[in-house]
């Protein structure tokens, strides 16, 4: 059995890049739906229907656990996928996402409870950051932000042109409007970490901004260590198998900006 991870497109490999740093030793297959992205626009029962087929694919392919990578997939089709789904597929697998694990760790984060998250427009229109976040810490400001400009700029290579800072500087900009306390930001989408530094520019020095692969990892090599029975399933050599259900090409293109090896993909279809 492997560990999937898998996300709409290529921002699931920041957070495969950091699991894999953390857990070295395991096999692994990542999967980007990157023929039917970007989700951020989608339905929540599109969301749903495209991310149940991706993890009975995982599972079909020997995932015995399965990371949505993705924060879209997380907010829309996470819940229902482990409420509704799974007992009827196969209990003793798991499926895992994004949101939560970072949520957890807010309160460990913020010196004043003023969090600002952004993210795709349909993460954003999900609400679960301020859902899960009223759960977990009940006295938490949460402001949500939508950047749908921040995806098409990583993917088309353009970050480091001067148009591109344009558009971070206005988000940044919208996101102090809305609440000049936050402290800590969080990047909701698994694009945004190779924005990390020129938002960083655009921030004030006494704001956090949080990417989630770290997080993620550290909550998996958690999890793994509370759920034995799970953990002694996967198997351990080290492997990263890469699909993708468009050109292999240029996934494997523009894999190269989200992580530093060669990859090779494998053409799916779902």
Not at 136 to 141: D, G, W, Y
Not at 171 to 192: F, K, Q, S
Not at 234 to 258: M, Q
Request: proline content about 5%; overall charge negative; glycine content about 6%.
């Amino acid at each position: 059995m492997k560990i999937g991870v898998f996300d709409s497109g290529y921002g699931g490999l920041t957070i495969l890049r950091e699991i894999v740093k953390a857990l070295p030793g395991y096999d692994y297959i990542y999967m980007g739906d990157n023929a039917r992205a970007p989700y951020g626009s989608r339905s929540f029962d599109v969301v749903y229907q495209y991310t149940l087929q991706a993890v009975r694919y995982l599972f079909d392919a020997g995932c015995q656990l399965v990371i949505l990578a993705c924060n879209t997939a997380s907010a829309k089709a996470l819940r229902t996928i482990q409420q509704r789904d799974l007992p009827d597929i196969d209990p003793t697998r798991r499926v895992l996402g994004v949101i939560i694990p970072t949520v957890e760790c807010l309160d460990k984060i913020s010196r004043n409870n003023h969090i600002g998250v952004v993210a795709t427009q349909g993460t954003i229109d999900s609400h679960s950051y301020k859902i899960e976040a009223e759960k977990l810490h009940s006295n938490m400001t949460i402001s949500e932000l939508a950047c749908p400009m921040w995806v098409p700029l990583i993917e088309n290579n353009e970050i480091d042109n001067p148009g591109a800072e344009f558009f971070i500087q206005k988000y940044c900009r919208m996101m102090l409007e809305m609440d000049p306390d936050i402290d800590t930001l969080v990047l909701g989408c698994t694009h945004y970490p190779l924005l990390y530094d020129k938002i960083a520019e655009f921030m004030p020095d006494n704001v956090r901004i949080i990417a989630q692969g770290e997080i993620v990892a550290r909550s998996l090599t958690d999890y793994l260590s509370r759920h034995p029975e799970i953990e002694k399933t996967i198997s351990r050599g080290g492997t990263v198998r890469f699909l993708t259900s468009e050109n292999p090409e240029k996934f494997n293109r523009l894999a190269s900006l989200f992580l530093p090896i060669e990859v090779n993909a494998e053409r799916i279809s779902l």
